[in-house]
């Protein structure tokens, strides 16, 4: 019964499309009628025929003509090609086989601007290795991988792979396009860069403590011997070498658990008043030893933040200490908390430490967070810092959705701000 329905579905639509036809031949059979002596039921007859001719479902067209017709277009020039090239996460342009931009897709168009559809690539992509892959690509139709440095906007190491694609012609033959996928490389090269400083660094860390312990081992089983009062200068010394190797391992090794731990937020509620306080305290001795005084000025009442409290015990000890040893000749270290407004225009905590001591140059400003960095390498070697100490305090902060800001002019001391956003 369906198909019985459906064969008469369409009527309506033929009858519609052969309006005009209908219209012209039942005036001429009327006309025939009145004027020309025609019988009327016979021009109905012959009316009703024209009629069923129309509402039978004729093919006059060859049916293979829209194949042909489809084939004879390029096959990659079409909606689902460009979807499938749209649809690709990383940047993608197809070309045809003389290297013409059939299709590209959004990531593509913002990597190189300059690429225009039905325009040629080498006109874009001006890289001299690029071009000379394209050409090779082109040439042998063998895939092709080259590595250039993108400078604009910012500088961004990428990788092109250049891959033929063989597509069927409409007279049985093979055609091949090129598929151009560019590949960002600058997370990776930025993390073997990191990975090359940071073994350089801790190996060349470890290697002057490990030699002034070697140094004065040998010259206690040698020469100072029977010498009581070298022995205990000496012995003195390695201890505190032996003490610097043993913080540089610690800091390394809390570095690497932030780091490992840095794409998970804390979500432990703790109070920061206590454990700023509980640091303070903890760090006395060593005020009194360098002749610092350390005003604080804290509420009274609590501060909630989510956050881990091994982690801020780290943090501020770490800023803390800093400015008891670097800005001791000022005489005076201020931890004082304030409620402010980042940026964004969220709430945030913030806990000040402020030295009066001799200041940091502008030029060693934006690095003072690099692993290692330091404004200077003998005084910190002699106060016994690590160079990890800063990097550490911004990995903490990272991670605890927070910020550090460093402002300082010589010879007027330094301020160091721990910002938080309120539980």
Same mark, same amino acid.
């Given at each position: ?112 601007? +300059? ?5 040629? +690539? ?89 030699? +002034? ?209 309120? +539980?």
């Amino acid at each position: 019964m369906p198909a019985f329905v459906g064969k008469f579905a369409s009527w309506p639509d033929r009858l519609r499309r052969s309006a005009l036809i209908l219209l012209v031949a039942g005036l001429v059979l009327a006309a025939l009628a009145v004027f020309g002596g025609l019988q009327a039921s016979r021009a109905i007859a012959a009316f009703v025929c024209i009629v069923g001719a129309a509402l039978v479902p004729w093919r006059v067209h060859d049916p293979a003509a829209p194949r042909e017709t489809e084939l004879g277009a390029n096959p990659v020039e079409t909606a689902a090609a460009y979807a499938i090239i749209a649809g690709m996460p990383d940047p993608s342009v197809l070309l045809d086989r003389i290297g013409r931009v059939i299709h590209l897709n959004v990531a593509a168009a913002q990597l190189v601007p +300059a690429l225009r559809k039905n325009e040629l +690539a080498q006109f874009a992509l001006r890289s001299p290795e690029i071009v000379t892959a394209l050409r090779e690509a082109i040439a042998t139709r063998e895939t092709r991988r080259t590595t250039y440095l993108n400078h604009v906007p910012v500088d961004r190491w990428m990788e092109l792979i250049i891959t033929p694609v063989p597509v069927p012609t409409a007279f049985g033959g093979i055609d091949h396009c090129m598929l151009l996928t560019f590949h960002d490389q600058t997370p990776l090269r930025r993390v073997e860069e990191m990975r090359a400083d940071f073994v350089a660094n801790a190996s060349h860390e470890l290697r002057t403590p490990l030699a +002034a312990l070697s140094g004065f081992i040998d010259t206690l089983q040698g020469p100072a011997r029977e010498d009581a009062k070298a022995r205990e200068r000496f012995l003195g010394i390695m201890h505190a070498q032996a003490t610097r190797m043993a913080r540089l391992i610690d800091d390394l090794l809390s570095l690497s658990r932030v780091e490992l731990s840095a794409h998970v937020w804390p979500d432990t509620l703790v109070d920061l008043i206590p454990i700023v306080r509980q640091v303070v305290d903890g760090l006395e001795p060593l005020a009194v030893e360098r002749q610092v005084e350390i005003e604080v000025a804290l509420p009274s009442t609590p501060v909630m933040i989510a956050g881990d409290r091994e982690e801020l015990l780290r943090l501020f000890e770490n800023l803390i200490e800093n400015a008891l040893k670097y800005g001791a000749s000022g005489g005076k270290v201020m931890v004082l908390s304030m409620m402010d407004v980042s940026p964004d225009g969220a709430p945030e905590f913030r806990v000040v430490v402020r030295d009066f001591g001799p200041g940091i140059a502008p030029e060693h400003l934006p690095r003072l967070t690099e692993r290692f960095y330091r404004v200077d390498v003998g005084d910190s070697r002699a106060q016994g810092g690590t160079g990890l100490g800063l990097s550490l305090v911004k990995h903490i902060l990272n991670r605890h959705r927070g910020r550090l800001l460093i402002e300082s002019v010589s010879g007027h001391g330094a301020t160091f701000t721990a910002g938080f956003p309120p +539980a």
